[in-house]
């Protein structure tokens, strides 16, 4: 081999590793356990540090940018878009949990005026809606615990081991990890994605599912900052027969070119605040420029 040709070898050799994968697109659904069934539910597009995640139901991006540690939601149907921080989601959820109090020791207050009967059916009536509140969503991460089995599985030609997922002592059902080796992730993009689940693990702690469901919280990593190639939850049916009652699988990654603009907002679309006067100078009670979208 001439040594001439030795520096455009080893060009090649970089251009063709791990280097080359500079962005990185996931995209998960409700599908089978092949991973190839299904419609995708969401996708992520990871990119300089940035992350934006796009819902399949609407024409939403929730933008994250590491460098900044600051998110925005740009509803692209209604041009509009909101930043997202910890103050703010408190000041949203604060109004959401008091009208739900209200409406639940209003309608107790009612029931008391109720036959007895009526009060223990509308009693386990209520019960169980809230339980099914409770239940939408994703559980944070950090309420679960993940067990490998030491099984593996290939999903989209990717090794994944096999982990028994509790919540508490109670066992809630079963989770294909792999290593983001395995799926190309360069490591500039795995560190936006674990800040990007750190921010929003802090944003929405102590919301209940539904409510972190719809503030960004997404299972991406798993505590042990490993790619969720699906998980599932499992219960028990009234006959005794085990059935899944939430799956949701990693359907496809690639690591192509992502556009700049899954992680802008249009300069013509309205700025939104999910209140008007910041928290500090809220409790301060010194009187600042209001700065809501009129």
Do not use: C
Not at 31 to 38: E, L, V, Y
Not at 65 to 75: F, L, P, T
């Amino acid at each position: 081999m001439r040594l001439g040709f030795l520096p455009i070898l080893v060009v090649n050799l970089v251009l063709s590793g791990p280097v080359g994968h500079a962005d990185t697109t996931l995209v998960f659904g409700l599908a089978g356990s092949d991973g190839k069934a299904g419609a995708p539910s969401h996708q992520i597009h990871v990119k300089g540090g940035k992350v934006s995640v796009a819902n399949a139901a609407d024409k939403r991006l929730l933008v994250f940018d590491a460098a900044k540690e600051s998110a925005m939601v740009v509803d692209h149907a209604a041009k509009q878009v909101t930043e997202l921080n910890r103050d703010s989601v408190e000041f949203l959820t604060e109004g959401i949990l008091e009208a739900r109090r209200r409406f639940l020791s209003d309608l107790e207050d009612r029931l008391r005026s109720e036959p007895k009967e009526d009060r223990e059916r509308l009693r386990d009536l209520m019960d169980r809606l809230h339980r099914a509140t409770e239940e939408q969503g994703f559980p944070s991460r950090f309420d679960l615990t993940f067990e490998l089995t030491g099984k593996s599985e290939s999903r989209l030609g990717v090794s994944a081991g096999i982990a028994e997922v509790s919540e508490g002592n109670i066992k809630w059902g079963t989770a294909a990890l792999a290593d983001p080796e395995g799926l190309r992730i360069s490591s500039e993009d795995l560190a936006a994605l674990k800040s990007f689940q750190n921010f929003f693990d802090e944003l929405t702690k102590g919301l209940p599912g539904n409510l972190r469901a719809q503030f960004g919280e997404v299972l991406i990593l798993s505590p042990e900052d490993q790619i969720f190639m699906s998980i599932e939850k499992s219960a028990t049916t009234a006959n005794g027969e085990v059935a899944t009652t939430f799956q949701m699988n990693l359907l496809h990654f690639d690591h192509d070119e992502v556009e700049d603009g899954w992680f802008e907002a249009p300069a013509d679309f309205q700025r939104m605040s999910l209140y008007p006067v910041p928290k500090a100078e809220r409790e301060g009670g010194t009187k600042a420029e209001d700065t809501s979208v009129k």
